[in-house]
C-alpha cells in the first residue's frame, strides 16, 4: 500500500461484502492497479483476514505452464496457512478464464475454499461462481472501483494506489542519453579515488575497504542524507558518483540504513531513488535496497518491491534485498534499524 508520510503506520481495516468491494480494495492492497494480471488474496483466522498476496502476470504460454503457476501458488497459500482465498484475473476472458480454471483447480487439491472469483475488463467484471443473471449478467457488471465505502476508507486512512505498476517501474527507470555517459566517466574517477582510500585495508580483514574507507563513506552519507532532509539532493554526477562507489561498503551502507525514520524517510526516498537511477549497474544494489526501506517504511509497498526487482537486476542475491523482501511479504511493520546496535556490532574505527 502507498501511504502519505504523515499518516499512522498502522493497517487500515478494508471490510469486504462482495466482488464490487474486493475489485476496490485490490489496487490499495497492492499499492497500484493491476493489468493483465491474476490477483490473489489468502485469507486465514476466523473470521478470515487478509494474510498473504499472490499476483502473476497474465501468461501467453502453453497451457501446462498455467497449471504449474496455479499450483505454485496454491502450494504458497497451502504454507501460509491460508484456508480461504479470493481471485481476480484482470484481462481477455480466454487468458483470464484459463488462469483462474487452474487456480480452482490447484486449490481444491491444497483444501483451500476459493471463495469468489472475478474477471475484470473495461470497466466491467464478471464472477465464475456466480451465474444469477439478476446480479451477475452474461454481459458484466459496470463498476466504478473509485465508488465504494472501501475505496474511501482506503483514502480516509491515507492510503493511494499508482495508476499502474509500469508507472512505478517507470518512477525508477535509469538515466540514459548524456547523463549516463558523464556518469560512467564520474564512477571511473569515483573508483580511482576509492582505490586510494583502500590502500590501509588489511588483506582478509573483516572487509576489504579498511578503516579510512569506511570513516569517509559514513561522513559522505550523512552529509547527503542531511542536505536530503533540507530539500538539497546531490545534483553533480561526481557527487552521485561518488557516494554510489562508498555504499559498495556494507558498513557504509548500513550506516545509511539507521538513518532512515518515518520523520525524514519522503526526503530519503528520493535521495536514493536519484542515486538508483543514476548509478552504474555494478553499484545499484545498495542505494535500491536502501531506498526499499525508505518505501517500507512510508507503507508504500508497491515501490518497494519495484525497488528490490532493480537491486535483484544486478545482483539477484543481495541478502539485504532478501530480508526486506522476507519482511514484505510478511507484512511486517517497519520499526527502525539502532544505530547503537550497528556500532556495537561493526564499529567504524574497528581496524
Request: proline share 8%.
Amino acid at each position: 500500500m502507498k501511504k502519505n508520510p504523515e499518516s499512522p503506520q498502522i493497517p487500515a481495516r478494508l471490510t469486504l461484502t462482495g466482488p464490487h468491494d474486493i475489485l476496490a480494495a485490490v489496487p490499495y492492497i497492492l499499492g497500484y492497479h493491476p493489468r493483465e494480471a491474476l490477483i490473489v488474496l489468502g485469507l486465514r483466522g476466523d473470521p478470515p483476514r487478509l494474510h498473504t498476496t499472490l499476483r502473476r502476470d497474465l501468461a501467453t504460454g502453453a497451457g501446462a505452464s498455467v497449471d504449474e503457476a496455479a499450483e505454485s501458488m496454491a502450494a504458497a497459500l497451502y504454507t501460509e496457512g491460508c484456508t480461504t482465498a479470493l481471485a481476480a484475473g484482470y484481462g481477455p476472458a480466454a487468458e483470464v478464464t484459463r488462469q483462474i480454471d487452474a487456480l480452482r483447480t490447484g486449490a481444491e487439491r491444497a483444501g483451500i475454499a476459493v471463495r469468489e472469483a472475478l474477471r475484470v475488463d473495461q470497466g466491467r467484471y464478471w464472477s465464475y461462481l456466480c451465474h444469477e443473471p439478476d446480479c451477475c449478467p452474461p454481459d458484466g457488471v459496470v463498476f466504478d472501483p473509485a465508488v465504494s465505502a472501501v475505496a474511501a476508507t482506503a483514502v480516509a486512512n491515507g492510503l493511494t494506489a499508482w495508476p499502474s505498476r509500469e508507472h512505478v517501474r517507470a518512477h525508477l527507470a535509469p538515466v540514459e542519453g548524456a547523463r549516463r555517459e558523464r556518469m560512467r566517466a564520474s564512477t571511473r574517477a569515483a573508483e580511482e579515488r576509492a582505490a586510494r582510500l583502500r590502500s590501509g585495508a588489511e588483506p582478509g580483514g573483516r572487509d576489504i575497504f579498511g578503516p579510512r574507507f569506511r570513516a569517509e563513506g559514513a561522513r559522505v552519507v550523512r552529509a547527503a542524507v542531511g542536505a536530503a532532509v533540507r530539500g538539497e539532493p546531490p545534483a553533480d554526477p561526481d557527487r552521485i558518483a561518488w557516494l554510489s562507489v562508498l555504499l559498495a561498503c556494507l558498513r557504509v551502507r548500513d550506516e545509511a540504513w539507521v538513518l532512515i525514520d518515518q520523520e525524514d524517510a519522503a526526503a530519503q526516498q528520493e535521495l536514493w531513488r536519484l542515486v538508483l537511477r543514476y548509478a552504474e549497474p555494478g553499484y545499484r544494489p545498495a542505494p535500491g535496497a536502501l531506498l526499499a526501506v525508505t518505501a517500507w517504511a512510508r507503507g508504500d509497498t508497491a515501490l518497494a518491491e519495484a525497488a528490490l526487482e532493480r537491486v535483484w537486476e544486478a545482483d539477484p542475491s543481495y541478502s539485504m534485498a532478501a530480508l526486506v523482501h522476507r519482511a514484505l511479504r510478511a507484512g511486517l511493520a517497519w520499526q527502525g534499524f539502532p544505530a547503537d546496535r550497528l556500532e556495537s556490532a561493526w564499529p567504524l574505527e574497528d581496524p
